[in-house]
């Protein structure tokens, strides 16, 4: 096992990131060098998800998130404000910096995977999402090390309000479930 990356880290490795894409998709370039460069990032893209990490998480800070709509869209990018039906999946793997009862994700882990994957449903509208209520049923004890699919939906949206709905479940079980009222605000930057 190796250590865990500290927040500098992580910002540089962001800020990497974020560089290296915004250069690529911005730039002038022919049919083959793009798919030359696609094909590079894919290929690192396979060698890091080859390797297991211990956890993957969006956790609490800027540090440690990694946004997929700052990497896959470029600068000034906005989507139509989600609709009923509309609908977002994620993946987390809870490790032991999330640990709450030994060998179990905390709660408040859960319900923070739960917000962030509610917020992203907004992300890319042009609106900066803030969370105004947020329950969470926890159903079953989460393991740390047991891959989570996290998935979110828009139930209702009026007023600016956002009525969101989502499950986190592994391997055909339902762990938890959690409902959630989104504000939109316009974004100001």
Same mark, same amino acid.
């Given at each position: 096992?190796?250590?865990?990356?500290?927040?500098?880290?992580?910002?540089?490795?962001?800020?990497?990131?974020?560089?290296?894409?915004?250069?690529?998709?911005?730039?002038?370039?022919?049919?083959?060098?793009?798919?030359?460069?696609?094909?590079?990032?894919?290929?690192?893209?396979?060698?890091?998800?080859?390797?297991?990490?211990?956890?993957?998480?969006?956790? /609490? #800070? +800027?540090?440690?998130? *990694?946004? $997929? =709509?700052?990497?896959?869209?470029?600068? @000034?990018?906005?989507?139509?404000?989600? &609709?009923?039906?509309?609908?977002?999946?994620?993946?987390?793997?809870?490790?032991?910096?999330?640990?709450?009862?030994?060998?179990?994700?905390?709660?408040?882990?859960?319900?923070?995977?739960?917000?962030?994957?509610?917020?992203?449903?907004?992300?890319?509208?042009?609106?900066?999402?803030?969370?105004?209520?947020?329950?969470?049923?926890?159903?079953?004890?989460?393991? /740390? #090390? +047991?891959?989570?699919? *996290?998935? $979110? =939906?828009?139930?209702?949206?009026?007023? @600016?309000?956002?009525?969101?709905?989502? &499950?986190?479940?592994?391997?055909?079980?339902?762990?938890?479930?959690?409902?959630?009222?989104?504000?939109?605000?316009?974004?100001?930057?």
């Amino acid at each position: 096992m190796t250590a865990p990356a500290t927040a500098p880290e992580r910002e540089r490795l962001r800020t990497a990131a974020l560089r290296a894409i915004e250069s690529l998709v911005t730039r002038d370039a022919t049919p083959e060098q793009l798919s030359s460069w696609a094909g590079a990032l894919e290929s690192f893209a396979d060698s890091v998800e080859r390797q297991e990490p211990e956890s993957v998480l969006w956790s /609490i #800070g +800027r540090n440690s998130i *990694f946004s $997929a =709509a700052a990497l896959l869209t470029q600068a @000034g990018f906005t989507l139509g404000e989600s &609709q009923p039906g509309d609908a977002v999946s994620g993946t987390v793997t809870f490790g032991t910096q999330q640990e709450g009862h030994r060998g179990l994700a905390h709660g408040g882990c859960i319900a923070q995977a739960f917000d962030h994957i509610f917020g992203t449903l907004e992300s890319l509208s042009g609106t900066d999402p803030f969370t105004s209520e947020l329950n969470v049923r926890f159903l079953k004890k989460v393991p /740390i #090390g +047991r891959k989570m699919t *996290f998935e $979110a =939906a828009v139930v209702s949206s009026a007023d @600016g309000r956002k009525q969101l709905r989502g &499950q986190a479940s592994a391997e055909g079980l339902v762990y938890a479930e959690a409902d959630a009222v989104f504000v939109l605000k316009p974004r100001t930057s």
